[in-house]
């Protein structure tokens, strides 16, 4: 997108997060007129240097024509826009929020109704991928609202992203596809998990077993991502148990209420749950569930390979 279409809104951002920053960080580079906000204001400071504007209150945000959120919770994005001295709270209002959080679909509806009286229109657009990804460009961006307020942000969100946007359609679609995409990660995590220590017990090294992995069918950009994790123990937090569980619940939630049985998910939402009992919670990695595994399958303790491995995220 050229220069001249980059600044044709005005755009506002909440939330400095593991995700939020680099998001915003790719809005800045690519010369938007930017202006932030985050709870503390030191970690957005940075951003300054590329020409964002870092405002002292959230109010002042209202002014923008675009303002986009990435923080934790459902109770979190209420509270920037409806809260007192919320970005809501002052006369001046923005077109279009979109919320780029992973909240409940009925969250997520509560805050489009809420948007939609106040006249602003709403797009939610939860993401894939962690702080490397976006850095590297390899973050994919999902999307529901109407198509006509879509398009006005689409190149936005090709910014942030770059593995480009899929639009799923109206209302809070993109809600349900990032919770059963998550249900998937969860999954996929814990099977990886167990699996790379079955093959440790028969006598692969786990590098040569994930080296496997990544170059076979099954291989993917998170298994690539993933495997200095499973193979040298870096357990740096890219997202935890505990936001791990919780999207977990979201899903299994909806499997109650759709009247879809998800099995696979219930088991691994316990082991998560079991290996959160042992001690693996906020200040680890979600695959930190492999540790568990091993101590399950009589591993006291499993040693880092110390392997020299790419994680397939070089930035762009």
Same mark, same amino acid.
């Given at each position: 997108?050229?220069?001249?279409?980059?600044?044709?809104?005005?755009?506002?951002?909440?939330?400095?997060?593991?995700?939020?920053?680099?998001?915003?960080?790719?809005?800045?580079?690519?010369?938007?007129?930017?202006?932030?906000?985050?709870?503390?204001?030191?970690?957005?400071?940075?951003?300054?240097?590329?020409?964002?504007?870092?405002?002292?209150?959230?109010?002042?945000?209202?002014?923008?024509?675009?303002?986009?959120?990435?923080?934790?919770?459902?109770?979190?994005?209420?509270?920037?826009?409806?809260?007192?001295?919320?970005?809501?709270?002052?006369?001046?209002?923005?077109?279009?929020?979109?919320?780029?959080?992973?909240?409940?679909?009925?969250?997520?509806?509560?805050?489009?109704?809420?948007?939609?009286?106040?006249?602003?229109?709403?797009?939610?657009?939860?993401?894939?991928?962690?702080?490397?990804?976006?850095?590297?460009?390899?973050?994919?961006?999902?999307?529901?609202?109407?198509?006509?307020?879509?398009?006005?942000?689409?190149?936005?969100?090709?910014?942030?992203?770059?593995?480009?946007?899929?639009?799923?359609?109206?209302?809070?679609?993109?809600?349900?596809?990032?919770?059963?995409? %998550?249900?998937?990660?969860?999954?996929?995590?814990?099977?990886?998990?167990?699996?790379?220590?079955?093959?440790?017990?028969?006598?692969?090294?786990?590098?040569?077993?994930?080296?496997?992995?990544?170059?076979?069918?099954?291989?993917?950009?998170?298994?690539?991502?993933?495997?200095?994790?499973?193979? %040298?123990? &870096?357990?740096?937090?890219?997202?935890?148990?505990?936001?791990?569980?919780?999207?977990?619940?979201?899903?299994?939630?909806?499997?109650?209420?759709?009247?879809?049985?998800?099995?696979?998910? %219930?088991?691994?939402?316990?082991?998560?749950?079991?290996?959160?009992?042992?001690? %693996?919670?906020?200040?680890? &990695?979600?695959?930190?569930?492999?540790?568990?595994?091993?101590?399950?399958?009589?591993?006291?303790?499993?040693?880092?390979?110390?392997?020299?491995?790419?994680?397939?995220?070089?930035?762009?």
């Amino acid at each position: 997108m050229a220069t001249s279409d980059v600044t044709k809104y005005t755009i506002g951002w909440v939330g400095m997060g593991r995700m939020g920053y680099p998001m915003a960080e790719r809005l800045a580079k690519a010369g938007c007129d930017l202006a932030i906000w985050n709870r503390t204001r030191s970690k957005a400071e940075p951003l300054t240097e590329l020409g964002a504007i870092l405002v002292d209150n959230l109010v002042d945000l209202g002014q923008r024509d675009i303002v986009f959120s990435m923080v934790s919770t459902s109770d979190d994005v209420k509270q920037i826009y409806f809260g007192e001295n919320g970005v809501l709270s002052g006369d001046a209002k923005p077109q279009i929020v979109v919320d780029c959080s992973s909240i409940s679909v009925e969250a997520s509806a509560e805050i489009r109704l809420r948007l939609n009286e106040m006249g602003i229109k709403y797009i939610a657009s939860p993401v894939s991928g962690n702080g490397k990804c976006v850095k590297a460009g390899k973050l994919a961006v999902v999307t529901s609202g109407p198509e006509e307020v879509f398009e006005e942000v689409k190149a936005y969100q090709e910014i942030i992203g770059g593995m480009g946007v899929s639009y799923v359609g109206d209302d809070e679609l993109a809600r349900t596809v990032k919770i059963c995409h %998550n249900v998937f990660l969860g999954v996929v995590t814990q099977s990886l998990a167990e699996l790379t220590i079955l093959a440790q017990q028969s006598g692969v090294p786990r590098a040569a077993f994930m080296d496997f992995i990544n170059k076979s069918v099954m291989g993917s950009i998170y298994s690539k991502y993933k495997t200095p994790l499973y193979v %040298n123990l &870096d357990y740096s937090v890219t997202f935890t148990p505990e936001l791990m569980r919780k999207d977990m619940d979201l899903g299994l939630a909806m499997g109650r209420s759709l009247e879809v049985p998800l099995p696979v998910a %219930n088991v691994t939402r316990d082991i998560f749950q079991q290996s959160m009992g042992h001690g %693996n919670r906020s200040t680890m &990695d979600f695959g930190i569930v492999m540790d568990y595994m091993a101590k399950c399958s009589g591993i006291e303790e499993l040693v880092s390979e110390d392997a020299d491995i790419l994680d397939g995220l070089e930035v762009n």
